[in-house]
Nanobody
Framework: QVQLVESGGGLVQAGGSLRLSCAASGRTFSMYVMAWFRQAPGKEREFVAAISWTGTTYYADSVKGRFTISRDNAANTIYLQMNNLNSDYTAVYYC????????????????WGRGTQVTVAS
């Protein structure tokens, strides 16, 4: 069982930055592929970024060059650094985990956090 708790969301002005964190429980954290998804108002939840247990990263085209995902296995935590934000990035951001990369890419990870709201004011 893995529990995920996101933090770091909030209100930011356009052009600003935020860093989201996701703290995970469990002793096998390093074995999980970790990911961030987001759901904007009126839209379906979508993939943002993922990081494998080896540190290989994957990004949605919409965030490449703007977001950076990272992980600290010793701290059981992943991060999402978001830069140069605009109102298009307003959404609830969810942390997710699964040992099976295919389920991450299909948007079907086993474990989800409750999400953290990011609001970008234009």
């Amino acid at each position: 069982q893995v529990q995920l708790v996101e933090s770091g969301g909030g209100l930011v002005q356009a052009g600003g930055s935020l860093r989201l964190s996701c703290a995970a429980s469990g002793r096998t954290f390093s074995m999980y592929v970790m990911a961030w998804f987001r759901q904007a108002p009126g839209k379906e939840r979508e993939f943002v970024a993922a990081i494998s247990w080896t540190g290989t990263t994957y990004y949605a085209d919409s965030v490449k060059g703007r977001f950076t995902i990272s992980r600290d296995n010793a701290a059981n935590t992943i991060y999402l650094q978001m830069n140069n934000l605009n109102s298009d990035y307003t959404a609830v951001y969810y942390c997710a985990a699964d040992m099976r990369p295919g389920l991450i890419t299909r948007g079907l990870p086993e474990y989800w956090g409750r999400g953290t709201q990011v609001t970008v004011a234009s």
